[in-house]
């Protein structure tokens, strides 16, 4: 799963649980009396006398064994779901190994990042990089933070990134995908103290 992908995967499952708590807050707040009171005339509301579940719903509810299996299996189901999404947000971590297909011969993750960062660092107006290198080994992503002197032009910066570091870093990971989002920032002016 991408990095944006799964952004935008939890901010859906982040708005949905936050839809159905809002729902469910405002539907039981609306059984109170200083709620009900402000509301329109015209819009729904509990009544403060509602009874949830009274003798004979609940009775009613006895008569069909099923319904307490489907309600532990929705259960479960929801606690998988909750459990599998956990898991793959720890594994899509930082990589720590990258097999290079030649028997045991492996790739360290962190000095994929470091000798990407020191290419970084080798741009003319680039005064600070640093590389987090993530992902799963058949698709990694490059974290990577730059931070640039007050008059170098970030878009010129991008452009030798892409076409030096980020291109050789690909190649040296071919096959395998390399996504990388970079952030950058400019490094602040500050006046000496006079003293």
Do not use: K
């Not at 929801?78 to 990258?98: D, E, I, N, S, W």
């Amino acid at each position: 799963m991408t990095s944006g992908l799964r952004g935008s995967a939890n901010r859906t499952a982040l708005a949905c649980a936050a839809a159905v708590l809002l729902g469910a807050g405002a539907a039981l707040a609306s059984a109170t009396d200083p709620v009900r009171e402000r509301l329109p005339a015209g819009w729904p509301h509990l009544g403060a006398d509602r009874t949830w579940l009274d003798a004979g719903a609940l009775e009613r509810w006895r008569d069909h064994p099923w319904w307490t299996a489907a309600v532990l299996a929705a259960l479960s189901v929801a606690f998988l779901l909750c459990a599998y999404g956990a898991v793959a947000q720890v594994r899509t971590g930082r990589l720590r190994a990258l097999p290079l297909g030649r028997g045991d011969v492996t790739l360290a993750g962190s000095a994929l990042g470091a000798a990407l960062a020191e290419r970084a660092r080798a741009i003319d107006g680039v005064h600070r990089a640093h590389v987090r290198v993530l992902g799963r080994p058949h698709r990694l992503r490059a974290a990577v933070t730059l931070v640039l002197e007050p008059d170098a032009s970030p878009s010129v910066v991008l452009g030798a990134l892409s076409s030096g570091a980020v291109a050789e870093a690909r190649a040296a990971a071919a096959p395998r995908e390399l996504a990388a989002d970079v952030r950058v920032r400019v490094r602040s002016h500050r006046a000496g103290r006079v003293h």
